[in-house]
């Protein structure tokens, strides 16, 4: 509602002819546009000093994330950054009269190996010009500096017990899809009369069971690179085929390189029953002991803990041929698991429906399953799970 008197006021100053209105006026007018002036400006600046920051905070994770996880060399990351940092801002050239940034890139890297910890900081010269009035009074341009600073570490001094539950079973020796060639001894003649006349090339297929050995290295080499000083991992395996003896249990230890002694001398055999193998592997990395030979080591008394299921098939044994009996124990033990803050991560090589459903229901969830088709999918997929276990670590510090 207007305000009738007021209004009438306010006129009647308008109308005013004598001269201290005149003068106040000349003194006021002028102090109100500067101070409109200054008051845009800082808008402004203020504006764009927090973009300058979230882009350089954006750069300087990227980067970070990026040299942790190999995916760039020490060579090209200031390069990568500053490049990121630049698609961040390239907008602001519009928003912004004048508008102009330099980031400075510093890198720092400590340790080696799996150990490496890298620091990227981004450090940030910014400026725009002023408003007309601002420049009027001798200032052309405002100017600010930030600087964002990020750290990644892979954390291999992750606590953690893993337990690989691997099939061994008959159709572990069919062909994985990869083949090797080998240099052999070439024969001339016929029966009695053949003697050797050089060399030729023979193209044979790898087993299934070979490219588990090789993936159960990468993991487990893996996981031994990050803890070189055997205080912080450990890691046990057992096999099955239609039964789980005690020869195909090797029990957990810091020793990860008996884990790859294991695995390579895995021989595929028999049928797939894959229920004991699972409540094995379960006893063994929920036990009491696993958080007690932690703490003596590297003072954790609540270890990180994985169950790594494998197989190519289904599971042909239980109270009846080819019922379920034996993928509804395995599955019990594998919720027995989980409930126990296991985590579990499943790996189909080639199998099928009925193998790949029951390592879905077993797993931690859709990203901890894996559905191998090929041997290098195989090899993928143990290596991926590597790096879960072990994270990676990468957060702004200031």
């Known amino acids: 509602m207007t305000n009738a008197p007021m209004m009438k006021k306010f006129a009647k100053l308008l109308r005013n002819t004598d001269g201290n209105f005149a003068m106040m006026a000349s003194i006021l007018v002028p102090v109100v546009f500067i101070a409109g002036s200054l008051a845009l400006d800082t808008t402004n600046a203020l504006s764009m000093k927090s973009r300058l920051q979230n882009a350089a905070d954006s750069a300087a994770l990227a980067t970070t994330s990026q040299l942790a996880e190999g995916n760039i060399t020490e060579a090209e ?64 341009t405002i100017d600010v500096a930030i600087s964002a600073t990020s750290e990644s570490a892979r954390d291999g001094s992750n606590p953690l017990s893993m337990m690989l539950v691997l099939d061994r079973s008959g159709s572990m020796k069919w062909a994985s899809g990869r083949t090797t060639t080998t240099t052999v001894p070439k024969y001339c003649g016929k029966k009695k009369k053949r003697y050797e006349c050089g060399t030729e090339t023979v193209v044979s297929d790898v087993p299934k069971i070979e490219v588990l050995k090789e993936a159960v290295a990468l993991l487990t080499a893996h996981i031994e690179e990050s803890d070189p000083t055997s205080e912080y991992a450990r890691m046990g395996a057992v096999a099955y085929n239609s039964q789980t003896n005690n020869s195909d249990k090797q029990d957990i230890t810091w020793n990860k390189s008996k884990v790859t002694d294991f695995a390579n001398s895995l021989i595929a055999d028999g049928g797939t029953n894959s229920e004991w193998a699972m409540k094995w592997g379960y006893q063994q990395v929920t036990s009491p002991s696993e958080g007690n030979l932690h703490s003596v080591k590297n003072g954790s008394k609540d270890p990180s803990r994985f169950i790594v299921f494998m197989t190519d098939g289904e599971n042909s044994t239980g109270s009846e041929w080819m019922n379920d009996y034996v993928d509804s124990q395995t599955l019990y033990y594998c919720s027995k698991a989980k409930e126990e803050k296991v985590t579990i991560f499943s790996v189909a090589f080639q199998a099928p429906d009925r193998g790949k459903a029951l390592l879905k229901s077993c797993s931690s969830g859709d990203a901890y399953y894996y559905d191998a088709e090929s041997a290098e999918e195989l090899t993928k997929a143990f290596k991926n799970i590597g790096e879960e276990a072990v994270k990676q670590v990468t957060r702004l510090t200031q």
């Open 77 to 140: 990351a200031i390069a990568y950054a500053t490049k990121f940092f630049n698609g961040q801002i390239a907008d602001d050239a519009n928003a912004f009269d004048g508008f102009a940034a330099t980031p400075t890139i510093t890198l720092t890297k400590s340790g080696t190996g799996a150990k490496t910890a890298w620091k990227v900081e981004v450090a940030v010269a910014g400026s725009q010009n002023l408003s007309g009035m601002a420049r009027f009074m001798g200032k052309d």
